[in-house]
Each structure stands twice: as structure tokens, then as C-alpha cells.
């Protein structure tokens, strides 16, 4: 079964620094998500993608996110300048029209 | 403001018996409603779905109960395996944009062998 895949695993980072947590949608989705959750909360919407541009964003998601494409596979989120409080499970999602969504097995980001 | 809750954050069973699940929700704005289920270390997997215009739907040992009235959903598990052990996410849309959804904090289910 096709599934979606993220990488690292884990990644840990000093605070200020940049980070890129990446992902590959399964093929034929169309509709692309980044989730966060914090440690012992609830799984937080943070972007959806369609179409080559952002659908819907949170208010979490402010101008030290940004997310592309930047080819037909990967799905990117990167944060510019970590903070202490960004550390968190962070999810790849992708679905096809009407389905539910997939989620990636995460990345556990560490600030410190 | 959490729109979507789950008030038990665990549940233990005994193998065999039924595992019962619920969540409330506070936006009535929701029409979709979304369980999925997650192992340690890896991501959510969706488990079974229910769309507002109905008020039950079964999926083999999985059947979703919605209360609109009642603003409530349960998710009934019968009968219940250990492999059922997880945690389970309630998660609520709207125009069955399945995609933002709003989820609750989760409940811990164990089923002892």
C-alpha cells in the first residue's frame, strides 16, 4: 500500500537556526497538509496545499513557515528561525479528492 | 477554545468485550467526523468516518455513532483485540473538507489480553 514517507526522522536544532522537514505525498494526491504535535497536545492543524499554493493556514503557521514543491515528489516545510516552543511531532498529510487524509510517520523536532 | 473533546483521556478493557469511545464537539458547523487510530512512533490512521446526514455507520468491528443534537460521536469496538491498543483521535471538518480538521486531545485505549 502506497504510503507517505517522511525524512528525518528526527532532527535536532539550536534555536535560530533553519530547518527543513521533508515529505513524499503518495503519487496521485492532489491535496497536501503539515500537522504539529506538541508533546502530550493535540494534533494541530498547521497548512494545506493545492494547486501550487497554500489552501488554508493556521494561525500557528506565521511568517516563520513557509512550504513548497519544489518538484513533482517532495512537500517541504521549513521554519527560518526555530524557537524553543516549535519543538514538536510534525506530520505530512496528503489525500485525494473526498478521502480521508495519510499521514507520514512524523518528524521529531528538537530545539534547543 | 476546543472545539472538538474527548473527555477520557484512557480506557482499559478486557479482551473480548466492548470498547467504547467518545467525543463532543461544539461547532455546529462540522458535518464530517473522522476517527483515526496511532501506534507509538508512527502517524494517525484513518479508522472509520461518519458524514452528518447520517447517524450510524459500520465498518466491520468499528460502527460510529453521531448524536447531532447531542453534539456528541462514539466509536464502539466490538469485539476488542489487543491489537486495538492505541490512541484514538475524534476529529471533526466541515464541507467535508476532510483535510483541516479539528482533532481532540485523545484517548489511550488498552485492551488487556
Known amino acids: 500500500e502506497p504510503e507517505v514517507t517522511q525524512t528525518p526522522s528526527h532532527q535536532v536544532t539550536q534555536m535560530g537556526q533553519e530547518v527543513i522537514l521533508r515529505c513524499v505525498p503518495i503519487?496521485?494526491?492532489?491535496?497536501f497538509y503539515w500537522y504539529r504535535q506538541i508533546l502530550g497536545q493535540k494534533v494541530e492543524f498547521l497548512v494545506s496545499?493545492?494547486?501550487?499554493?497554500?489552501?488554508?493556514k493556521s494561525e500557528i503557521f506565521d511568517d516563520q513557515f513557509s512550504v513548497e514543491r519544489p518538484d513533482g515528489s517532495n512537500f517541504t516545510l521549513k521554519i527560518r528561525s526555530t524557537k524553543l516552543e516549535d519543538s514538536a511531532m510534525y506530520f505530512c498529510?496528503?489525500?485525494?479528492?473526498?478521502?480521508?487524509?495519510?499521514f507520514g510517520n512524523g518528524t521529531r523536532l528538537t530545539v534547543t | 477554545d476546543q472545539q472538538v473533546k474527548q473527555n477520557s483521556p484512557s480506557l482499559s478493557v478486557q479482551e473480548g468485550r466492548i470498547s467504547i469511545l467518545n467525543c463532543d464537539y461544539t461547532n455546529s458547523m462540522f458535518d464530517y467526523f473522522l476517527w483515526y487510530k496511532k501506534y507509538p512512533a508512527e502517524g494517525p490512521t484513518f479508522l472509520i468516518s461518519?458524514?452528518?446526514?447520517?447517524d450510524k455507520n459500520e465498518d466491520g468491528r468499528f460502527t460510529v455513532f453521531l448524536n447531532k443534537s447531542a453534539k456528541h460521536l462514539s466509536l464502539h469496538i466490538v469485539p476488542s483485540q489487543p491489537g486495538d491498543s492505541a490512541v484514538y483521535f475524534c476529529a471533526a471538518t466541515y464541507n467535508t473538507n476532510a483535510g483541516k480538521s479539528t482533532f481532540g486531545d485523545g484517548t489511550t485505549l488498552t485492551v488487556k489480553p
Open positions: 498529510a496528503s489525500r485525494q479528492f473526498s478521502s480521508p487524509l495519510h
Open positions: 496545499f493545492y494547486n501550487n499554493e497554500i489552501s488554508e
Open positions: 461518519i458524514s452528518s446526514i447520517k
Open positions: 503519487s496521485n494526491h492532489l491535496y
